[in-house]
T-cell receptor, first 112, second 108 residues
Framework: NAGVTQTPKFQVLKTGQSMTLQCAQD?????MSWYRQDPGMGLRLIHY???????DQGEVPNGYNVSRSTTEDFPLRLLSAAPSQTSVYFC???????????FGSGTRLTVV | RKEVEQDPGPFNVPEGATVAFNCTYS??????FFWYRQDCRKEPKLLMS???SGNEDGRFTAQLNRASQYISLLIRDSKLSDSATYLC?????????FGAGTILRVKS
């Protein structure tokens, strides 16, 4: 099915470990973004991209890196995991100027 | 002050009831407005866009008041399946800013 695919769905990390959350879309959307969702705080933007080779920081970028080498893929890297990064992470994409985002099903990350 | 503010609820209503949610936003330059629905432990999904003239989609009606920077969502004839969290969303440049959501519980 067309849409946004995120992997893994669940992950447990130890403090200090690094990992990459994968996000891929097959709708040829220019815009892709990563959000984290914590109880009572809504979705907060981590990083976003308006096209291959272009990325920018969102509201809460510290501790995360992104790259956009292709239109389809937008991985999120945690450099050195901390318990404060325990959250649900969503990847989303849209056409530039589009009416709304399509979200992936999320990655539930726990850092112990 | 949060950029998008919503009453967290929960709103507990019986089936068939009419319920309204409100949302205020702080950025007067915002041009795009949406309501998203999020089911428990699932991703958000677009419910409807909100236009200046107001718009309706079946049992759902959205209104925008730019002067007061206020958005509303009205749900008529509530169904059990309407139970979810409703997210108010406003653009900030080419990014979307999400409210923390309003929880709706429809009970039989």
């Amino acid at each position: 099915n067309a849409g946004v695919t995120q992997t893994p769905k669940f992950q447990v990390l130890k403090t200090g470990q690094s990992m990459t959350l994968q996000c891929a879309q097959d709708m040829n959307h220019e815009y892709m973004s990563w959000y984290r969702q914590d109880p009572g705080m809504g979705l907060r933007l981590i990083h976003y991209s308006v096209g291959a080779g272009i990325t920018d920081q969102g509201e809460v970028p510290n501790g995360y890196n992104v790259s956009r080498s292709t239109t389809e893929d937008f991985p999120l890297r945690l450099l050195s995991a901390a318990p404060s990064q325990t959250s649900v992470y969503f990847c989303a994409s849209s056409a530039l100027g589009g009416a709304g985002y399509t979200f992936g099903s999320g990655t539930r990350l726990t850092v112990v | 002050r949060k950029e998008v503010e919503q009453d967290p609820g929960p709103f507990n209503v019986p089936e068939g009831a009419t319920v309204a949610f409100n949302c205020t936003y702080s950025n007067s330059a915002s041009q795009s407005f949406f309501w998203y629905r999020q089911d428990c432990r699932k991703e958000p999904k677009l419910l409807m866009s909100v236009y200046s003239s107001g718009n309706e989609d079946g049992r759902f009606t959205a209104q925008l008041n730019r002067a007061s920077q206020y958005i509303s969502l009205l749900i008529r004839d509530s169904k059990l399946s309407d139970s979810a969290t409703y997210l108010c969303v406003v653009n900030k440049g080419n990014k979307l800013v999400f409210g923390a959501g309003t929880i709706l519980r429809v009970k039989s």
